[in-house]
């Protein structure tokens, strides 16, 4: 395949592979690290150094730790929440889970004019509460399913079966166009 | 249908989140190679992340894959090489320290221990001089408790004269008649020789009849040459022979060093 193929040859330190893969995921993990740390030329600066980073790891990565997305986003969110406690937000912690991923689709109007609002609020039309809180769980903060259950205090197997159905209806609210 | 209910079971959507542990992530690998429509199902479900988590991102920076680019060069040109002799120089930076650290070390060690051997030595001395001082003041001591004893009014003074065997040699009795002790003052007697001591007499003159005062003991090592002697005899003259050790019943005439009459 040809991701596998670009993801090789990024591997063999091949920068205009690196350069490819920076062109399909920047946005997203730039995003991620957006929502996370909530101030967007420190997220500009962090998403480049986290570029850099998974350029000097590239040797660290293999299939056993899952899809390459879930690796360079694991690395961009560390790399975020590190920014969060080096400012010593952590006392906000709490807080922070509230209002990062789930603030942005309230308050993303004001918070950023670049953003695509109208897009976001299609892929999460008809998303109850609780599943943008799981999404932000998850995909945002990096919990394990145990650590997402015991945080909102849900049996472990439920957050399995809620995630399905969280990440189904955004696969519905997707355009025709866009499914794969 | 098994795999149909794998699919539902929502693991997959923890896969893409990165929430599972790496046995479950192999698991679920291995559904994936076996099973295309898990692989399938996997990119779909990447596919709304990445639509997700696009639609909330405010694009990328402006500098783009440019604003990186010099850095990745940097670490294409330099990290190989430099991380290399860095190594090297580290290890060889260490062992050079330890080894200074060593020499150093057992520098300290010497240097420790010859001090404390000036230490010992100078308390060695220290204690010498302890002892000298120890010393001289028991002297001290000594001598005056002889010069007081040779003041004392009760004392008589017998001075004996050198006789045939030694006309040189002289001694002198002081006989404190009060408490009938004599000191023997025996400064110009030659050192007996080995086997051989000097014999103290009290003399009755007529007629002539010796009576035994004592020894003068261990002549060689008192440095004064005063020895005490008790005497309660009534004595006329006092002489001194040299006898064999330990003494003899009767003086050996032959050997009289000195003679002196008690005056009148």
């Known amino acids: ?180 | 249908m098994e795999i149909e209910n794998y699919i539902a079971s929502g693991i997959l959507e923890l896969y893409v989140a990165g929430a599972l542990s790496p046995e479950e992530n192999l698991e679920v690998q291995h559904y994936a190679l076996k099973h295309p429509e898990v692989e399938k199902e996997i990119e779909a479900i990447e596919g709304a992340m990445l639509q997700l988590t696009a639609a909330a991102s405010a694009g990328i920076p402006p500098s783009g894959f440019d604003g990186i680019r010099d850095e990745l060069d940097d670490v294409i040109v330099f990290k190989p090489s430099a991380s290399e002799k860095r190594t090297n120089w580290a290890t060889y930076l260490g062992w050079a320290a330890s080894l200074i650290l060593a020499v150093g070390l057992l520098w300290v060690y010497r240097e420790n221990d010859s001090l404390k051997t000036e230490i010992e030595v100078s308390q060695q001395e220290k204690e010498n001089l302890e002892q000298q001082i120890i010393e001289a003041r028991s002297e001290v001591a000594d001598t005056e408790n002889i010069l007081n004893q040779l003041r004392d009014q009760n004392v008589t003074v017998v001075a004996l004269g050198g006789q045939t065997v030694s006309p040189t040699s002289y001694a002198k009795v002081y006989w404190n008649t009060e408490v009938n002790k004599v000191l023997i003052d025996a400064q110009g007697l030659p050192e007996p020789p080995p086997g051989y001591t000097y014999q103290v007499w009290s003399l009755k003159l007529n007629p002539l009849t010796p009576t035994s005062v004592g020894l003068l003991d261990d002549f060689v090592n008192n440095e004064k040459r005063v020895f005490e002697l008790p005497n309660e005899n009534e004595s006329e003259a006092f002489g001194i022979t040299l006898e064999p050790e330990g003494g003899s019943e009767s003086p050996t005439l032959e050997q009289l060093y000195t003679l002196g009459v008690v005056g009148p």
């Open chain 1, 1 to 180: 395949m040809q991701l596998d193929t670009l993801i090789l040859q990024f591997q063999k330190k091949d920068k205009s592979a690196f350069e490819k893969l920076y062109g399909m995921y920047a946005e997203n993990i730039c995003g991620v690290i957006n929502t996370i740390v909530k101030d967007p030329e420190r997220a500009q600066e962090i998403c480049q150094d986290v570029f850099v980073k998974i350029w000097d790891k590239s040797d660290t990565y293999d299939t056993s730790k899952g899809r390459f997305f879930t690796w360079i986003l694991n690395i961009a969110r560390n790399a975020a929440i590190d920014e969060l406690r080096s400012k010593a937000h952590k006392n906000k912690k709490k807080n922070l889970h509230m209002d990062s991923f789930v603030g942005i689709l309230a308050y993303g109007d004001d918070l950023n004019s670049q953003m695509d609002t109208i897009g976001l609020k299609t892929l999460l039309n008809g998303l109850k509460e609780k599943c943008l809180l799981l999404i932000d769980l998850l995909y945002y903060k990096g919990f394990t399913q145990k650590e997402a259950a015991e945080e909102l205090d849900t049996p472990i197997g439920t957050i399995k079966t809620r995630i399905r159905a969280c990440i189904s209806n955004i696969r519905k609210n997707m355009a025709p166009s866009d499914g794969n």
